[in-house]
């Protein structure tokens, strides 16, 4: 009898939800940011900062994990597209997750700005300084932010289809209350 894994593996499942609730933090902070000339602008920046700097570095490690542990199988009757719309948008998910760090390190290394990650710890510039590049990446990192929230959201909605409507336990295998198929 062949076992397979019905579930993520619990560092997956982990890595999870601890990136998804740091991402959507992310993305309050990123607007509150852009919204805020106070004394909190400084402030927020400085959670940004490094907080963006750990969102990448657990892309990374949530990556390696990902290759080494395969996700469990699509439902077999899922639809063709839905099947294709999932890996896409999975794919897209860590690409941004990547990304968008790279994007504002860049940027604040082009536009000349120290990367400070507390008082003493200093990242080196990734760009050199170019103020037109550092127009260019504030844009980009603007509208690639912009492109995770849209995808956060069908992902989101996405899994409540699983989850409440096809009830085909594809969110129980990311919850970890799926039991072992067989
Ligand atoms: C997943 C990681 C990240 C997300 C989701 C994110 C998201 C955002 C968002 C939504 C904004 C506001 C954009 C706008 O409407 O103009 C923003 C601004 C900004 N981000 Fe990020 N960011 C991330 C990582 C980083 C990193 C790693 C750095 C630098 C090391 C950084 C530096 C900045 C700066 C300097 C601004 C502009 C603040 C201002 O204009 O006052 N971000 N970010």
Redesign the pocket.
């Known amino acids: 009898m062949t076992r397979t894994s019905s579930q993520f593996v619990l560092t997956a499942r982990v890595l999870h939800w601890l990136m998804a609730l740091m ?1 959507v933090s ?2 309050f902070i ?2 509150g ?2 919204t805020s000339v106070s004394e909190r ?1 400084a402030w927020l ?1 400085a959670i ?2 490094p907080l ?2 750990a ?2 570095v657990l892309a990374v490690v949530r990556l390696i994990v990902r290759l080494r542990n395969p996700p469990p199988p699509l439902p077999a009757d899922l639809p063709a597209i839905q099947k294709l719309a999932a890996y896409a948008s999975h794919y897209l998910l860590y690409a941004l ?1 990547l990304t ?2 790279l994007v ?2 860049a ?2 290394s082009a536009g000349g700005y120290p ?1 400070m990650l507390s008082h003493s710890l200093r990242l080196p510039p990734i760009f050199p300084v170019n103020a037109t590049a550092f127009a260019v990446l504030r844009h980009a ?2 509208w690639l ?1 912009a492109l ?1 929230l849209l995808t956060f959201l069908a992902h989101m909605g996405a899994a409540l289809y699983h989850g409440l409507i096809r009830r085909d336990g594809v969110l129980s295998s990311m919850i970890g209350t799926r039991h072992e198929l067989e």
Do not use: Q, R
Request: aromatic share 8%; proline share 4%.
């Open positions: 991402i992310m993305l990123g607007v940011l852009v602008h920046l940004h900062k963006g700097i969102i990448f997750m968008i760090p504002g390190w940027m604040l990367v990192h603007a932010a995770l």
